[in-house]
């Protein structure tokens, strides 16, 4: 799958489930990308190995993934919808920023992390 397309499939899967019906506010929008980020920080803090995928049955009788992978997947996936939601290029941009930091010095600015 290319970026792009999974932008399109993002987006168009909150579309259908009802996400974006009216008007969101944008910080709402980064504050559930932030939350997918501390999902999987706890994952990280509670010992979780870091590359299995668990399965857990959702309210409906489903198998709902979870686990370190997942939380990254969710990342992207809010990401995505995100971008499809505002006409962003993020395959474009996400060239165009790999590119410049393959020409930074190596641990640019001297920080720790």
Sequence with gaps: MTIQELVERAH?????KGWWEGERDLGEV???VHAEVS????????????????FKR????????EGFPVELADILIRVADLAGAYGIDLEMALSTKLGYNETRPYRHGGLRA
Excluded: F, Q, S, V
Excluded at 12 to 16: D, G, L, M, Q, S
Excluded at 58 to 65: S, V, W
């Design 12 to 16: 168009k899967t909150a579309k259908e």
């Design 30 to 32: 980064l504050a559930n």
């Design 39 to 54: 999902e999987a920080w706890e994952e990280y803090r509670h010992g979780a190995d870091l590359t299995e995928i668990r």
């Design 58 to 65: 959702d309210e409906h009788g489903g198998l709902k993934p």
